[in-house]
């Protein structure tokens, strides 16, 4: 009977993860939807910042404009012949959109070796570990929400050479991470 109580319980948690929250655009619902037995977010989000000391809405943006929470999220296909799947454009990959490159320097950086991008919290502390690096590499303030995003995208060389600088479409989605931060701060307020 107790083994499949926890086959059950199992099952519920592992189903929990595999779709992003209903209602991605306010924080109160996501952190309502994600704080079960086997994973709370909110208590994820403010670990990472306390640890990185950037402020969880800085955090939530970040991903809500990577993935939208989408927890195997990927770049399109290209097409070869105009039809074909082909290769993606990139190696960004779960939550928070890492590259292999990347995601394999924050884990041998942290020691983190069996971190995943599919999950919440390792994605999350990812992100936080990245805008910590942005704040020592790049100057960046931690609660700079624009230019934290300009860098996560554009990489902390890219952003110290400005390449974002002609790119209206990273600089949109600066904007729209900045948005959403400040949405996210005055929802948190209230739940």
Known sequence: MRIVFVAVLVALGLSACASAPSN????????????????????DAQRVEREFG????????????????????????????????????????????????TWERYQRETGRFAA?????????????????????????????AYNLYLAYYSGHAGYARGSWRGNSGVQ?????????????AGQLQGC
């Not at 800085?58 to 097409?79: C, D, H, W």
């Not at 074909?84 to 890492?98: L, M």
């Open 116 to 144: 995943r991008r599919t999950n919440f919290g390792d994605a999350i502390h990812f992100v936080g570990w990245y805008h910590n690096t942005s704040n020592r590499t790049n100057g960046i303030a931690k609660t700079d």
């Open 24 to 43: 991605t655009t306010n924080s109160c619902s996501i952190f309502a939807q994600r704080s079960g037995f086997f994973e709370n977010w909110r208590r």
């Open 54 to 101: 950037v402020p969880v809405p800085i955090l939530m943006a970040t991903i809500y404009t990577e993935s939208n929470f989408e927890p195997r999220a990927r770049p399109p296909r290209t097409k070869l012949f105009g039809v074909i799947p082909w290769k993606r454009q990139s190696t960004a990959y779960g939550y928070s959109q890492a590259l292999d490159g």
């Open 172 to 184: 949109r989605a600066a904007q729209r991470a900045t948005s959403m931060a400040n949405q996210y």
